[in-house]
């Protein structure tokens, strides 16, 4: 591989606990003629002195903005408002593909500077599957906090846990199921996630993916208690849920989870609210005759941050090694180039410094 400098940055957000590269395999970087810089920072779940202790330099949180230039800029959510030009190369997850609030914001900023946008929703092999994700733990804490909400044992604010931890808190407190529960996007990754939480806490949840999806049964989505959403879409489908839906006599439905959390997106299949929850407010009541709450979290992973990020990293790091601009990142690249040109950036060759 050619040289290549890794800078791990301080992650914006105060909820924030996940990493996209772990101590271990920060030493495998290192040892494989990387150079990785990480920043420091007060909420990454693991501590700066075992990255140096893996060989990595350290920088203050947030230096990345006055990075070499050829550096390349790691995280995984949002930048912070500033600078206003990009210049680097980034890799994160920068939700700007679908229409989503502060797409144009954020593209334009990489066009005012030069930079490029290697986004990791779209590091994907020749299928168009993704090479890493955080799918899994995702839908097994949204499935998890579902199960406590409606057991009345959710408590606020959240905070970070341990998995063996937060299964002690899902164990049924009788000998059946206590409620129904419905998975739809059963079989993806965070579907998996969804049907492995809810199997901890005592229910075999109804499974629906694209069969039951294509001609949705509605009224059969509402006679359940529980509902976890972990479809991904791709393209516009008719809404799972709508306005009307919750207002219907015979809904049973009393618990939400979106594990998506495209809010705001013309592709989201539950446009029933217009913003998401938080850890100091994880439920919002949509209906109050009968009740209905929903959460919406969209770092749902980041509430397990030890076990979210050691599999993730471990799915990332081969990549990193071969970082450039072809294969995977290559279709990350061309997925930037694509979406300045719909949003009017024209960006041209200067994206393969």
């Given at each position: 591989?050619?040289?290549?400098h ?8 105060t ?14 970087l ?9 920043e420091?920072?007060p909420?990454r779940?693991f ?16 230096s ?13 959510k949002e930048l912070?408002?500033?600078?206003a030009?990009l210049?680097h190369?980034h ?7 679908k229409?989503q609030p ?8 990489f066009?005012?500077g ?5 986004d ?5 092999d ?5 090479l890493?994700?955080?799918g899994?733990?995702?839908g097994?804490l949204g499935a998890?906090?579902?199960v406590l909400?409606?057991r ?8 970070p846990?341990?998995?063996?931890e937060?299964?002690?808190t899902?164990e049924?407190?009788?000998?059946g199921?206590d409620?129904?529960?419905l ?7 965070s ?12 229910v ?7 069969a039951?999806?294509r001609d949705?049964?509605r009224?059969a989505?509402?006679?359940?208690d529980?509902?976890?959403n972990?479809?991904?879409a791709t ?5 799972f ?13 009393r618990?939400?989870?979106?594990v998506t959390c495209?809010?705001?997106?013309p592709?989201?299949?539950?446009p029933v609210?217009?913003?998401?929850t938080?850890?100091?407010?994880p ?6 005759q009968?009740p209905?709450d929903l959460?919406?979290i ?5 509430l397990?941050?030890l ?6 990293s471990?799915?990332?790091l081969?990549?990193l090694l071969d970082?450039?601009v072809t ?10 180039r694509?979406?300045g ?5 024209d ?7």
């Amino acid at each position: 591989m050619t040289e290549l400098h890794l800078w791990l940055r301080h992650e914006a957000r105060t909820t924030e606990r996940r990493t996209p590269v772990v101590p271990d395999d920060a030493r495998r970087l290192v040892d494989n003629g990387v150079e990785l810089t990480v920043e420091e920072s007060p909420q990454r779940v693991f501590p700066i002195e075992e990255y140096e202790a893996a060989g990595c330099r350290v920088a203050p949180a947030g230096s990345w903005e006055s990075a070499p230039r050829d550096a390349v800029v790691l995280g995984l959510k949002e930048l912070p408002g500033e600078p206003a030009a990009l210049t680097h190369r980034h890799i994160f997850f920068g939700h700007a593909y679908k229409g989503q609030p502060g797409a144009a914001d954020l593209l334009g900023r990489f066009a005012a500077g030069g930079g490029t946008l290697f986004d990791l929703e779209y590091l994907v092999d020749d299928s168009g599957r993704r090479l890493a994700a955080f799918g899994f733990w995702a839908g097994y804490l949204g499935a998890a906090l579902a199960v406590l909400r409606h057991r009345g044992r959710l408590r606020a604010p959240l905070v970070p846990t341990t998995k063996a931890e937060l299964d002690e808190t899902l164990e049924p407190a009788g000998a059946g199921p206590d409620f129904t529960g419905l998975v739809v996007g059963a079989l993806g990754r965070s579907g998996r996630g969804a049907r492995t939480a809810f199997a901890t806490a005592g229910v075999d949840p109804t499974c629906w993916d694209l069969a039951e999806t294509r001609d949705l049964d509605r009224a059969a989505l509402l006679r359940h208690d529980v509902m976890v959403n972990a479809v991904l879409a791709t393209s516009p489908v008719p809404p799972f849920l709508r306005e009307q839906d919750l207002d219907a006599p015979e809904r049973r439905l009393r618990t939400l989870c979106d594990v998506t959390c495209d809010v705001g997106s013309p592709l989201n299949v539950l446009p029933v609210y217009d913003e998401t929850t938080s850890w100091d407010e994880p439920a919002r009541r949509l209906r109050d005759q009968p009740p209905l709450d929903l959460i919406a979290i969209d770092n749902l992973p980041s509430l397990l941050p030890l076990e979210s990020s050691t599999d993730f990293s471990a799915a990332l790091l081969p990549h990193l090694l071969d970082f450039g601009v072809t294969g995977p990142w290559g279709r990350c690249l061309d997925r930037f180039r694509q979406a300045g040109r719909e949003y009017g950036f024209d960006k041209g060759d200067d994206l393969d410094h």
